[in-house]
């Protein structure tokens, strides 16, 4: 039951055109990086997550901040999929393609579905942009569209007559063009303008010309679908039956900026985040930064290493210590990450991931720091590593990484990825009393104080600087067992490497048993991580009510692997992992439990779509049944 | 064992560990290592609230030797390090113990980095022109020409300095000693002990069994007044076996002028506390032989730590916002109900 206001019915009245009820749709906006399309994107999201629809974002830009006008390379795109019931994706292909000057068109035509409809900002097809954007024709005036239902707009021609009355100057005026886009889109899924109105009042309140003309450019576009004679229907996606409770939308990088406040508030400790900005996990850093009530320390390092050995003293100086990053600065952490695992201190280390080697894909997102991420320091080095599988979820995995850090006294890698940091789905907004404490007891006792004693867990001691009579020294060098004085003894080295895998892999006792979703045995099991749950899961349900015989099982804990795991394994026929990477999980699933799995594997700088799942089942279990 | 906070009778012997000290016979570590545990014992420090934090070197073994808390990082990164440590927790007495290796080749970075921020750190940097602890390789300060293991023709860098690298990165506190004057040693430790923000000492310090003798120019009881200079604040740059040469400035140049020939009232006057950093800096350019080489204090002014900077904008923002409640914090922005 989502809220019906006001407005939703107030528009119903002034329409006189027929509504369809469909379950769900996915409008792509698309346009110049600085046409404002991941603003109106935002904001259409924000309305139909308000208005009660389970939402699913995508937003998908260039690594240059502003590529050359109109051309292919500055194209910037923001997907958002709505529905009446829960969906795990951004949608496959969009129902509705916005595209505001040729390059978009060209870019994301391919996104748009057989039949969708493409509203196009007519008045941009000029002969200079069409050849920026490598056209030697205009599209406009062949049939090559004929497959969409093209709706040409001039949507600047519009946008400037609508906000005449305000003075603005032609250049300003034209500015506006993103909101009339956005208003007809609102009037196509007959959502409210009220929110979107809101929150152009409270951006430029302060120029009311420009509030002024961002209204009236937004009214303008829903009335021109209004009076538009091409535009014969409109859609309604009702609200979604979401589990009762207060929602907002989250994208993934807020989702763990939130989770660590909560974790330090948890542990009744300060928060330290030291971290050098990288695309695409600087938001977290841009979150944590305004968030100083909560005594939350942030440390913007000179470099990646610099971050994580601010983390390490930290650390041991007893805060609730992390870091962002995303893959070269992954590879920069690990020196500093072995001796957080030496040296035995609590720690989160968040990596975005992105597409790689090297500088690779910055904003666009991969699953291929898996390896990294397990194995990837000199020596014996095991950690524990956790993903997260949607956007809210990064809120629930980084409390979960912080409290296993904690209490196993052990640096944790948390994986996010470009797709999970910057796209976004409702939160369930949980009662910060309902939120089980993270208990933190520091040794005070000087008698029993040994720096290399282990508890039940197999953790060393937390003693912190400051604590009277525990004076210890401890550092990257091998130190005995129990007492932690430096040691290059044989057998102590073993018995050293030995005690702090033993403890990594004791943390299969905090992780719940694998889940199935499906039978618990049959002919196949899709296996996923991170931020693949949403297509893949989609994919199973899908093949799952056309009668196939395919299970999911989505991995939370990449290490350790879940106690269970082997014999879910062993109980299908054929496994089949589905990652953004060539086989990484895959290579480790097979090596531990000996099973002949194979993949599906993508690489291309996007999330996998649901078909591409669909397709693997299909082939694998010999087509759909009939 | 008491859980109070310590007597304040302790004695340097306090600060030593029961680990072995594993340097080499005739390393000038062991004189700055006893130095800095009599200067704790004098000043009536901590131990429990003292901490030391080193990278890697024989230097940075240091943190083993002294009962107080000690963290002996990785290569480079010690400034890293404790910057994490003091942020944490700005009460404690955070020192950090390097070399030049380790503060200026790998770890040049954190070195800058930390001093710019002011962060209230003090960095002992043992400078003794060479890597000992891999063996007898050329470091960053290592003269242009030195014949080592890794430059058996001769080295072709040029060595940095210490002090002008620090005064360029806007130090607050730099000073330089030589680890076989004892006195000046300790005086410019408890120096650098008293100073708030990020405090620079570069001590000259012998390798034994790779740099034999680097600095005997500036040890030698018989000669080293000709060619060192004591600084000292307010006072004239006076110099020599026989006090009789000092310093002055010809247009913007130093120049050695015997004190025969010239005034005392015509000779450069120490200022530590100069705002402008520029005779301090035109101090750290004077080089043996051409010049008496300055130990003391070259700077030492009073600027806002790093520490005190960032807990007070959290104290700011709470006085005006209040603490945080998570269930505020969570249902911030757009929210609707289900």
Redesign the interface.
């Known amino acids: ?3 019906a206001t006001s407005t939703d019915v107030d528009s119903n009245q002034r329409s006189t055109k027929p509504i369809k009820e469909i379950p769900q749709a996915a409008i792509r906006f698309a346009g110049d990086s600085g046409d404002g399309m991941q603003l109106v994107g935002s904001q259409f999201t ?1 309305t139909s ?4 629809n389970d939402v699913a974002t995508f937003p998908d830009y260039p690594a240059e901040i502003r590529a050359p006008m109109g051309t292919l390379a500055g194209v910037s795109g923001f997907q958002v999929n709505f529905a009446s019931r829960n969906i795990h994706t951004p949608g496959d292909r969009a129902d509705v393609l916005v595209a505001m000057n040729p390059a978009a068109l060209k870019v994301c035509l391919n996104d748009l579905a057989e039949g969708g409809i493409l509203i196009v900002n007519s008045d941009e097809f000029t002969p200079s942009n069409l050849q920026r954007a490598q056209y030697d024709h205009n599209p406009l005036e062949t049939n090559e569209l004929s497959r969409y239902q093209l709706h040409s707009v001039p949507i600047t021609q519009n946008t400037l007559e609508a906000v005449a009355s305000t003075g603005l100057g032609p250049k300003e005026a034209s500015r506006c063009k993103n909101f009339y886009a956005l208003g007809l889109t609102y009037w196509l899924y007959d959502r409210p303008l009220e ?1 979107t109105i809101r929150w152009i009042n409270s951006k430029f309140g302060r120029v009311p010309a420009v509030a002024r003309a961002n209204t009236l450019a937004l009214q303008a576009g829903y009335e021109f679908g209004e009076k538009s004679a091409a535009f014969k229907l409109r859609y309604r996606v009702r ?1 979604a039956d ?8 989250v994208t993934g990088n807020q989702a763990v900026a ?1 989770g660590f ?2 974790a330090a ?1 948890l542990a009744g400790k ?1 928060l ?1 985040y ?1 971290s050098y900005p990288i695309t695409p996990a600087s938001e977290i850093l841009h979150e944590l930064s305004g ?7 942030v ?1 913007q ?3 990646e ?3 994580m ?11 609730i ?1 992390v870091t962002g990053t995303s893959g070269p600065g992954m590879a920069l952490k690990q ?2 990450i072995g ?1 957080a695992v030496m ?1 035995e201190l609590p720690c989160v280390i968040v990596n975005v991931q992105r597409g790689g080697p090297s500088t690779g894909l910055p904003t666009k997102t991969e699953q291929a720091d898996l390896w990294q991420a397990i194995m990837g320091r000199n020596g014996e080095c095991p950690l524990p590593v956790i993903a997260a599988r949607s956007p809210a979820d990064c809120f629930w995995t980084a409390i979960e990484a912080t409290r296993v850090a904690v209490k196993y006294m052990t640096p944790v890698i948390m994986l996010s990825d470009g797709f999970l940091a910057m796209s976004s789905e409702p939160w369930r ?5 309902e ?1 089980k404490p993270i208990e933190i007891r520091h040794p ?4 029993t104080f040994h720096p290399y004693a282990r508890n039940e867990h197999g953790a060393r001691p937390w003693a ?14 091998e130190k005995s067992d129990v007492y932690g ?2 040691s290059y003894a044989p057998a102590n080295h073993q018995r050293m490497v030995t005690l702090r895998a033993r403890k990594v892999a004791n943390v299969v006792q905090d992780i719940p048993d694998q889940e199935v979703f499906g039978a618990p045995q049959g002919e196949l099991l899709v296996v996923s991580w991170g931020g693949t749950f949403g297509a893949v899961r989609t994919a199973v349900e899908r093949a799952r009510e056309t009668g196939q015989d395919v299970a999911h099982a989505h991995l939370r804990w990449l290490n350790p692997l879940p106690a269970n795991l082997g014999d879910i394994l062993r109980n299908f026929r054929r496994v089949l992992v589905c990652e953004l990477n060539m086989g990484q999980l895959l290579l480790l699933l097979r090596a531990h439990y000996l099973v002949s799995a194979i993949g599906l594997h993508k690489v291309q700088g996007r999330p996998f779509m649901v078909s591409d799942i669909t397709d693997k089942i299909d082939e694998l279990l010999g087509g759909r049944s009939p | 064992m008491s859980t109070k906070p310590e007597s304040c009778e302790l004695t340097a012997k306090d600060f030593k560990t029961d680990q072995q000290v594993k340097w080499c016979a005739g390393c000038g570590d062991h004189s700055i290592l006893t130095q800095l545990q009599k200067v704790l014992a004098s000043k009536k420090a901590d131990r429990d609230h003292t901490v030391f934090v080193s990278g890697i070197g024989c230097s940075s073994r240091f943190p083993y030797y002294m009962d107080t808390y000690g963290f002996h990082g990785i290569h480079g990164r010690a400034p890293a390090i404790a910057t994490g440590v003091k942020c944490a927790n700005p009460e404690l007495d955070v020192w950090v113990v390097t070399g030049d290796g380790d503060a200026l080749s790998i770890g040049g970075n954190h070195f800058i980095h930390a001093i710019r921020r002011n962060i209230g750190i003090k960095i002992i940097l043992f400078n003794n022109q060479i890597y000992g602890l891999t063996k007898g390789q050329y470091s960053p300060t290592t003269e242009f020409g030195t014949r080592t293991r890794s430059s058996p023709f001769g080295a072709i860098d040029h060595p940095l300095h210490p002090i002008s690298v620090a005064i360029g990165t806007e130090v607050t506190f730099v000073a330089r000693t030589v680890d076989m004057d004892v006195q000046h040693l300790q005086y410019v430790l408890e120096r650098a002990a008293a100073h708030k923000g990020t405090a620079f000492v570069e001590v000259f310090q012998n390798c034994a069994v790779y740099n034999n003798n680097a600095y005997a120019w500036a040890t030698d009881r018989q000669t080293k007044h000709e060619h060192i200079l004591y600084l000292e604040h307010g006072k004239p740059l006076i110099f020599g076996t026989n006090r009789d040469k000092g310093i002055r400035l010809n247009g913007d140049e130093p120049e050695v002028v015997s004190l025969a020939e010239v005034s005392p009232d015509d000779l450069v006057i120490h200022d530590e506390k100069a705002r402008d950093p520029s005779m301090a800096f035109r101090l750290s350019r004077m080089y043996h032989p051409e010049f008496p080489v300055p130990l003391g204090v070259f700077r030492a002014i009073e600027k806002p730590t790093y520490e005190e900077l960032m807990m007070d904008q959290i104290a700011q923002v709470r006085a005006k916002q209040g603490l945080g409640s998570l269930d505020e914090l969570f249902l911030a922005g757009d929210t609707w109900k289900v």
């Open positions: 039951m989502g809220p924000a997550a308000v208005y009660g929110p609200p979401l589990p009762p409770g207060t929602y907002r939308n939130l406040i909560t508030q300060p330290f030291g968030e100083k009530r909560f005594d939350v320390r440390f390092a000179e470099d290493i610099a971050a050995c601010a983390v390490v003293g930290a650390a041991f100086a007893g805060a210590a020196e500093a001796l040296t907004i949980p009662e910060a009393g939120l005070t006792d000087p008698s912190i600087p400051g604590t009277p009579g525990l004076r210890h020294r401890i550092g990257g060098l004085t430096v």
